[in-house]
């Protein structure tokens, strides 16, 4: 099956700066790479998504790339600020299924 | 909006007690999950179910059941409830259809086993 690998575990920036979290996947029937956010004590919630036919897709100041010869996706939040402080998943699904990363724990310092 | 529910946001058992998640969604999803999810290993997927009275094992599926009886609603059951299973539950669903597939989770149940 699916192996979806996330790095850093965790991640601290000064507000204003750029974060990068990157993930890898094996298997390359996957074709859906969304990315979710979990403030503490909060549900996921999807914040962007790429399909495997586009390279990179933004919005506002997020923005996920994604290289499927290298099996590889990654999230960039530009002009952090505090409320950026959460949990961040990536996932890949071939299909109905999704497989997550174990997350990263991403702090904004003010 | 989508709307997922789960029955409780925290509860406790103790061992060996039969333990029934309730989750329960209002946008004619087909796809239901359950995962649980634990500090450094991320969400694990335990069940899904793709269709009424349809389950599928996840990657652990080991020590849970699943039902499904009615499309807005799908059950997880600890049959017996042990410490290793203190966790947070997660209940997410989505659409069959690609294109389509977004998860939307609901709250999560924290779950004690003492």
């Known amino acids: 099956g699916e192996n979806v690998e996330q790095h850093p575990s965790t991640l601290s920036v000064q507000e204003g700066d750029s974060a990068v979290i990157k993930c890898t996947y094996s298997?390359?029937?996957?074709?859906?790479f969304p990315w979710y956010k979990q403030e503490l004590g909060k549900r996921p919630q999807l914040i962007i998504d790429?399909?495997?036919?586009?390279g990179e897709k933004k919005d506002q100041r997020i923005a996920v790339t994604l290289n499927k010869t290298a099996k590889h996706f990654s999230l960039h939040i530009t002009e952090t600020q505090p409320e950026d402080s959460a949990v961040y998943f990536c996932a890949a699904s071939t299909g109905n299924q999704f497989y997550f990363g174990t997350g990263t724990s991403l702090t904004v310092i003010p | 909006d989508v709307k997922v529910t789960q029955s409780s946001r925290y509860l406790v058992k103790r061992t060996g007690e039969k333990v029934f998640l309730e989750c329960v969604q209002d946008?004619?999803?087909?796809?239901m999950f359950w995962y649980r999810q634990d500090p450094g290993l991320g969400l694990r997927l335990i069940y899904f179910s793709y269709d009424v009275k349809m389950k599928e094992k996840g990657d652990i599926p080991e020590g849970y059941s699943v039902s499904r009886e009615k499309k807005e609603r799908f059950s997880l059951i600890l049959e017996s409830a042990s410490t290793n299973q203190t966790s947070m539950y997660l209940c997410a669903s989505s659409f069959l259809l690609a294109g389509r597939e977004t998860q939307y989770f609901g709250p999560g149940t924290r779950l004690l086993v003492l």
């Open positions: 946008m004619d999803h087909e796809n």
């Open positions: 298997d390359s029937a996957s074709n859906y």
């Open positions: 790429i399909r495997s036919n586009v």
